[in-house]
């Protein structure tokens, strides 16, 4: 625990790369056709026609499947959502997004199926798009009639048009969009399948959750979860876009199945940014009120969340924008009220953080809109409304129990660590001299949950071969967090065998029974916990063995992790080592295994990491150019395994972070186009535009589970977002400008300081 070892990994991914599910060239997939979805242009309209036979006669084609080819009834909406929202697996009577799919080609050749799917002549009735959330939120226009209603989910707390603000000194209010973006993997959506002469699917697909997925093929197929075998292969990221399994994935095993014939999909980078999901897309409304000296007595915050076109795992988000409304602050008036609902765009998902960075973003602005009002240093009110260090655990007003913190400690080291004091003076010297480039500093403060929805319980199996080797089986299955490394040092920590020689096995649904997947930040106080928990079952029952084997009593062994062998207590010359003790196991038990144990870890909930961030930005008060110049971070999740891992958690979720602050933005057009549909328009950042973050380490232990674990997964991107925004905002508030929405793009600073001028 808490050594700097190289991840394992990394060696392949950055010589021979990765094998992802496009690069299989496995057996059981030869003469594999292909499939090619048709997606629909228009973002509304009645389907009065699909003409689809000069497809058929195109060269390589096999088939060409519309809805009414499909026996299936259409997909109902999860979490007990209204039935009326059910979604179709191809479109038959109405399009309700541009990327909705109409029809699936089948060809030979994967370039034939670009081709025929240009030749499936779709008719449409155009129907007025409805893409404005706030304006879906009337039901004045019913995209789904038999729903009766655009309002996909409904969380409220407290009364937000109640008396709570009666008594405040100062009460500021304030909209506010968090910004729909694109969770853009490296690898996008793609899954290859072959069912056997036994009746049994083998499918690969690029997911976060194996057996959840494998669950939901085998009961649209018909079949029982043991009649599918799923593997997931490298996986080129997911951000938690990956975590549910499509109708475009599942749909590849039933044609499969009906076609008799193995098949495979890739989608392209448009298919991605169009239909695969998007994330955040919140409109709020916050007020805070307090008194003048500071201290913030109550908060109210009221969200409507575009879910998309059919309601998903968005809709259902902002549940956990409730429960972390608070953010780290003590305020003993909170209320809030959500609606999800409807529109004419791509349906919205889980996306790093998945509603908790909403939350946070929306008490951040509303403490720098609190701080301004009252004109006081941003980090003094935050400090004076900081949940104390000795009130933990700590119930909030919205239903989170937050285990531990010290949120006061994390802000005071982040300004230390910038010097903030002299960065204030820095800033004051440019306004009085009414330089060009003037600088930002924007503070936040945040506490997540992760681990919040479970599953909390992970199983892993511990397997130490004859030669000393050892296996390790989790139920957790990565994409790019680098579980093989840190898996393996949390086994040897137990077992005194080197991380070179434990190799950690996950995302074969045959070889691991059950799994709860990698979402959440749940992987390491789950899965990571249970390979440290069946670690240390593993040495009690070598310790048997051993006994036996040096004929002594059980209570007497002792294991010396450093040179890895068994001894009687206070006789260490006469040992019996992993090798022979594991032999010594596979005879009595009539196997050539060598020692295995497996078990499960069952979690007593969820824990809360925090952190603070500072960052400082560049200006240019002439273009509206914004230049990141600083990231400063803590991001205490609890005892750290392996600081290269949790390092490299932390930097990609401040890049993603501050990409939504800064460019990052899925746009539609009042048609329903997508706008920023690929690469070419959307602000996808790049390491060029970002400085080397500062990293200052915490650690704050958790009672939740015996390693004192929390998830960094998605911490970064929940601290940077706000503090590089409220940066913007500051470099131009002494121009009277309040705020600024996301992506503070240079154009939008550019007419905020405009429009400030014009004041």
């Not at 109902?76 to 029809?103: C, H, I, S």
């Not at 081709?115 to 959330?133: I, K, M």
């Not at 004051?428 to 992760?450: H, N």
Request: glycine share 10%.
């Amino acid at each position: 625990m808490g050594t700097r070892v190289l991840r394992t990994e990394d060696p392949k991914f950055l010589t021979v790369g990765g094998t992802y599910v496009d690069d299989l060239r496995d057996e059981r997939l030869t003469g594999a056709a292909w499939v090619t979805y048709v997606r629909s242009a228009v973002a509304h309209a009645k389907i009065t026609g699909i003409d689809a036979e000069e497809a058929r006669r195109a060269p390589g084609v096999l088939a060409v499947i519309t809805g009414a080819d499909l026996p299936l009834p259409p997909i109902p909406p999860q979490f007990g959502m209204n039935p009326g929202f059910a979604k179709p697996w191809l479109a038959t009577d109405v399009v309700r997004y541009v990327g909705e799919p109409v029809a699936a080609v089948i060809t030979e050749q994967r370039y034939q199926g670009e081709d025929a799917a240009e030749l499936v002549v779709v008719d449409y009735d155009a129907l007025d798009p409805l893409v404005d959330p706030r304006q879906s939120a009337t039901d004045q226009q019913l995209l789904f009639p038999d729903a009766g209603t655009n309002i996909a989910a409904a969380f409220a707390i407290g009364d937000v048009d109640g008396d709570m603000f009666d008594g405040c000194e100062v009460v500021v209010r304030q909209d506010v969009v968090n910004s729909r973006v694109a969770p853009a993997p490296l690898e996008v959506r793609g899954t290859a399948c072959a069912w056997g002469d036994d009746g049994r699917l083998t499918i690969w697909t690029s997911t976060q959750n194996p057996h959840a997925a494998r669950d939901a093929i085998a009961a649209s197929c018909g079949v029982e979860p043991a009649q599918v075998h799923l593997i997931t292969p490298d996986v080129g990221g997911g951000f938690g876009a990956k975590i549910g399994t499509s109708p475009e994935d599942i749909l590849v095993a039933i044609l499969a199945k009906s076609l008799d014939r193995p098949l495979r999909w890739t989608e392209n980078r448009s298919e991605n940014m169009q239909a695969m999901g998007h994330g955040r897309a919140q409109h709020q409304k916050i007020t805070i009120g307090g008194s003048r000296d500071g201290k913030v007595t109550a908060y109210a915050l009221e969200v409507v969340q575009d879910a998309g076109a059919y309601p998903n795992l968005g809709a259902f988000l902002p549940f956990f924008t409730q429960m972390m409304a608070p953010g780290v602050y003590d305020i003993p008036n909170i209320a809030y009220k959500s609606v999800s609902v409807v529109t004419n765009t791509c349906h919205t998902l889980a996306y790093r953080g998945a509603g908790r960075p909403e939350a946070t973003a929306a008490i951040e602005r509303a403490i720098d809109c609190f701080a301004a009002e009252i004109a006081m240093d941003p980090a003094d009110v935050r400090r004076k409304n900081f949940i104390a260090k000795d009130a933990f655990p700590h119930m909030t007003p919205t239903g989170a129990n937050y285990d531990s913190g010290d949120y006061a400690g994390a802000l005071d080291k982040v300004l230390a660590a910038a010097g903030y004091d002299d960065l204030r003076a820095e800033q004051k010297r440019r306004r009085d001299s009414g330089a060009q480039k003037q600088l930002g500093i924007g503070v936040s403060a945040y506490v997540e949950i992760t681990n919040g929805a479970g599953p909390f319980d992970e199983l892993a199996r511990v397997e130490v071969h004859p030669s000393g080797d050892v296996t390790v089986w989790t139920g957790t299955s990565p994409h790019g967090q680098g579980h093989a490394t840190s898996w393996a040092m949390l086994a040897s920590d137990e077992l005194g065998i080197p991380v070179e020689r434990i190799t950690v096995k996950h995302g074969d649904t045959d070889e691991v029974a059950t799994g709860g997947g990698t979402m959440g930040s749940r992987s390491l106080q789950a899965g990571g916990v249970a390979v440290h928990e069946v670690a240390v079952l593993t040495v009690e029952r070598a310790k048997s063995v051993a006994a036996d084997l040096l004929e002594a009593a059980e209570g007497d062994i002792q294991l010396d992790k450093d040179r890895g062998v068994f001894h009687v207590a206070g006789s260490p010359d006469e040992v019996k080592s992993w090798p022979e003790v594991a032999a010594a196991a596979a005879a009595k038990e009539g196997t050539e295994r060598g020692l295995v144990v497996e078990g499960s870890f069952t979690a007593q909930g969820a824990t809360f990491p925090f952190g603070a961030h500072l960052a400082v930005v560049e200006v240019d008060t002439g273009t509206g150019r914004v230049d990141l110049t600083r990231v400063v971070s803590v991001d205490d999740a609890g005892k750290i395994v392996n600081p290269i891992a949790a390092e490299g958690q932390r930097h990609g979720g401040i890049a993603q972070g501050a990409a939504q602050a800064l460019l990052e933005e899925m746009r539609y057009d009042p048609d329903g186009n997508p706008v920023t549909g690929n690469f070419a328009d959307y602000g996808f950042i790049t390491a060029d535009l970002l400085p080397s973050f500062e990293l200052v380490d915490m650690a704050t232990p958790t009672t939740v589970n015996p390693l004192g674990v929390k998830g960094i997964g998605e911490s970064g991107t929940i601290g940077a977002t706000p503090a590089v925004q409220n940066a913007v905002i500051d470099a131009v508030a002494h121009l009277g400008i309040r705020h600024i929405d996301m992506p503070t793009t240079s154009e939008k600073v550019w007419r905020a300081i405009q429009e400030g001028a014009a004041r």
